[in-house]
């Protein structure tokens, strides 16, 4: 697509449950980021893929959150076990590789909120 | 590894006023910068980036930004803004063999007439 798109753009869920959110990175871009930011704070690194594979899942925070994708394209962040300060924007973004993939676009973002 | 320091958490100006956004990165290595720009209840939106060449560079919106290398910063100028301005700024990092984007903690341009 022109750019990438993040499902849903709002999702309210009860503490405890379970939340999927979706990332389509622009068309043949390779390299697929998810990042976090919360209330006030800044912008934090949770895992970068290159391909399908992640080589790097440093900055998820606990073993309730995790994330795949598939085919080289769409990613799924899951977030088990809901907490309240899992509350945040989570944001997505995407880049080519190479020198011209220096340059990285991101996603709307999907505001999460657990109650 | 980079880091990236906004020292200015809010900055506020009056509308036609010209507005400095400071930004200054460490690294051990040859680095790429950007300033992205999120207004209220968006995402991110890329405003301008150096990857080599003319220090100065030019974004959208009548934004510009100057690489200084001996100072290591990348400050953000606009010589007239708007009240559409008002924004989160953020400038961020990335070394020339790294995938990894870092951000500073973002200044909040608050733009009034």
């Known amino acids: 697509g022109a750019g990438v798109s993040q499902s849903p753009s709002n999702k309210v869920t009860e503490k405890g449950k379970d939340v999927e959110l979706r990332c389509d990175p622009i068309?043949?871009?390779?390299?697929l980021y998810w990042y976090r930011q919360s209330l006030g704070q800044g912008l934090e690194f949770l895992i970068y893929f290159q391909g399908n594979s992640a080589p790097d899942k440093s900055g998820l925070p606990s073993d309730r959150f995790s994330a795949e994708r598939t085919g080289g394209s769409v990613s799924t962040l899951t977030i088990q076990r809901t907490q309240q300060e899992d509350s945040a924007v989570y944001l997505c973004?995407?880049?080519?590789?190479?020198?011209?993939?220096?340059?990285?676009?991101f996603g709307e973002g999907s505001w999460l909120t657990v109650v | 590894a980079q880091s990236v320091t906004q020292l200015d958490s809010q900055v506020p100006v009056f509308e036609e006023a010209p507005v400095e956004l400071r930004c200054n990165y460490s690294s051990s290595v040859s680095v790429y910068l950007f300033w992205y720009v999120q207004y209220p209840n968006q995402g991110l939106q890329l405003l301008l980036k150096y990857l080599s060449g003319s220090t100065l560079v030019k974004g959208i919106n009548g934004f510009e930004a100057e690489f200084n290398k001996s100072q290591t910063s990348f400050h953000l100028r606009k010589p007239s803004v708007h009240i559409s301005d008002t924004a989160e700024y953020f400038c961020?990092?990335?070394?020339?063999?790294?995938?990894?984007?870092?951000f500073g903690s973002g200044t909040r341009l608050l733009v009034r007439p």
């Open positions: 068309s043949g871009h390779t390299a």
């Open positions: 961020a990092v990335k070394g020339d063999s790294s995938y990894k984007l870092i």
């Open positions: 973004a995407s880049n080519a590789g190479g020198i011209a993939g220096n340059t990285i676009y």
